[in-house]
């Protein structure tokens, strides 16, 4: 009878063990993903695929064993680390679940208030990061107030109803549109039409002299529209133009250029078609367009490509 309490006392001892074992393993776990996180978290953030494999493959062994001994032990402590390595590899979502669990548990935040500490601070900056995110992707989904667009085309004047009498340019196009209403925008335009040098003069829109008689056709369209710019992956884009050129006269040559071509100012509509296709982001966009319509007693063709800058 007298060796009763030395038994109870190993009895004691051996129902102990496994607790003793489970929080050792515990521990031992903890510490193993403190060195993996060290070790290898900041190279799988860096983007560069090699290297975030590499730390991807030395950090989802010791992810899982948290996890599984998490599951064996319900060590509250562990959810931290769980969280930690969630973090690293990108689950930001997991990561917060696990964190928070953590700091609801008034014992294993009690016990390790460092922990407690630098979770809260993992919070926050999860929360920070994720709000500028959405920020970011809400303002990258708002139509932009402006959009400028700055290319090069062709453009072909042909006199409606004649057989001959075309007009070639290379041009310049300027636009410049301002958002009004949902998919309605504003355009204001220019195109800057340049063509080929003439030895003399055979009733085109608009031409100058350079050296002594050689002169070369230049036409100058300007005008409003509105468009339609529908927010999609890409964005299509069709409207009608309001367009007006000058068309000076030559009666120094006698040649009455402004009495063929409609007056002073040559003045028509025309329709385009075009689409905006983001190049990485939707503030910088590659823009081909296709303009068809009339410019008083001209038929006009225009095709053109461009790049667009839409701010903010």
């Known amino acids: ?92 979502e997991l990561a917060k679940q696990d964190l928070d669990s953590f700091l609801s548990s008034e014992k294993a935040a009690g016990d390790f208030p460092d922990l407690a500490r630098d979770a809260r601070k993992r919070l926050r900056r999860m929360d920070s990061t994720a709000k500028r995110k959405v920020a970011s992707a809400q303002r990258e989904r708002k139509p932009s107030l402006f959009v400028l667009g700055i290319g090069f085309g062709v453009q072909e004047l042909r006199q409606i109803g004649a057989d001959v009498d075309e007009h070639g340019y290379a041009m310049l196009p300027v636009d410049l549109s301002l958002r009004l209403v949902g998919p309605l925008r504003l355009v204001a335009y220019t195109r800057i039409g340049i063509g080929d040098r003439y030895s003399q003069i055979d009733a085109a829109p608009h031409r100058f002299e350079e050296d002594g008689e050689d002169l070369r056709s230049i036409l100058a369209i300007f005008g409003l529209g509105i468009e339609v710019r529908i927010e999609t992956a890409v964005l299509p884009r069709f409207g009608a133009l309001l367009q007006l050129a000058p068309n000076p006269e030559h009666d120094e040559l006698g040649l009455g250029v402004e009495e063929a071509y409609g007056g002073v100012f040559l003045v028509g509509a025309a329709g385009f078609v075009g689409v905006d296709i983001p190049l990485g982001t939707r503030r910088l966009l590659l823009r081909p367009q296709i303009e068809v319509g009339v410019l008083s007693n001209l038929f006009s063709f225009r095709l053109s490509g461009a790049f667009a800058i839409a701010f903010p």
């Open 1 to 92: 009878m007298r060796s009763f309490p030395w038994v109870l006392v190993a009895a004691s001892a051996l129902l102990l063990l496994p607790v003793r074992a489970a929080a050792g393993e515990a521990e031992d776990v903890a510490v193993a993903t403190h060195e993996i996180r060290q070790k290898y978290c900041a190279e799988a953030a860096t983007g560069k695929n090699t290297e975030v494999a590499i730390a991807l493959q030395e950090i989802m062994p010791v992810f899982v064993r948290v996890s599984e001994v998490y599951d064996r032990t319900g060590e509250d402590f562990l959810l931290y680390w769980r969280g930690v390595l969630q973090e690293c590899i990108g689950q930001e």
